[in-house]
């Protein structure tokens, strides 16, 4: 990403920390280094993040009561979770509080570094991306913003991505592999579960009843459909 990103790298253990730190730095990124949550919420509630480096295991707050506290606020950096917990239930976890992407320690700084920058790169809009309107829904990509029934809906870059993927291809079957090589890149094409937590995500903010979805539908063991939703008919007066 010319220019590097804005990071804020939240990690207890100090080694591990000024490594990230250094690596990201030497990459051309504007680094920030805390050791804890409390001060990683005043660095989020002052200073543009544009991306969140968080590991889970910190001395005063539990990082995922942290990353929920983080998707409550207007601002809305994208989350890459690095943790030692490396379960699968640990990562869905993480995901459905609001991370953008999961890194199980140890890793590899080139990982690390590749996970980055596809980050940034792809959460950054395209002049191309317009307006799109569906029923009561309206997205305006570029701007990252979208209304449903005239009321603001506060998404996270990879939701968003993920809804503009499916919508630019309403009424088209999109299969988990090409959402995920659309939004998180090629790299990531079996973390179906990225795909299906996002979509939850989405259902729950945008649906009136996600458990019977009017507009992102599953074909299951395939992927997820956009279906055009009409504008409800207003009664005579």
Do not use: C
């Not at 570094?113 to 792809?122: K, W």
């Amino acid at each position: 990403m010319t220019g590097g990103g804005a990071i804020l790298v939240v990690e207890d253990d100090s080694g591990m920390g000024r490594f990230l730190r250094d690596a990201l730095s030497d990459s051309g990124h504007r680094v920030q280094l805390v050791g804890d949550g409390r001060s990683a919420l005043r660095v989020l509630g002052t200073e543009r993040v544009d991306l969140l480096i968080l590991d889970l295991g910190l001395p005063d707050i539990d990082g995922m009561d942290l990353l929920r506290t983080v998707r409550e606020w207007e601002s809305n950096p994208l989350v890459l979770v690095v943790s030692a917990r490396g379960q699968d239930a640990d990562k869905v976890a993480a995901l459905r509080a609001g991370a953008d992407d999961y890194l199980a320690k140890p890793f590899s700084l080139q990982e690390l570094l590749a996970r980055v920058e596809a980050r940034l790169r792809r959460a950054a809009p395209t002049p191309s991306q317009g307006v799109l309107v569906s029923g009561d829904l309206r997205l305006d990509v570029a701007a990252g913003q979208v209304v449903r029934r005239g009321v603001p809906v506060r998404l996270t870059p990879m939701e968003l991505g993920v809804l503009h993927e499916l919508w630019r291809h309403r009424g088209r079957v999109r299969t988990h592999r090409e959402i995920l090589a659309a939004v998180w890149g090629p790299a990531f094409t079996a973390e179906h579960t990225y795909v299906r937590t996002i979509v939850q995500r989405l259902r729950a903010k945008l649906e009136d009843d996600p458990a019977h979805p009017r507009w992102l539908t599953t074909l299951p063991g395939v992927g997820y459909i956009w279906q055009e939703v009409p504008v409800p008919a207003q009664p005579p007066r």
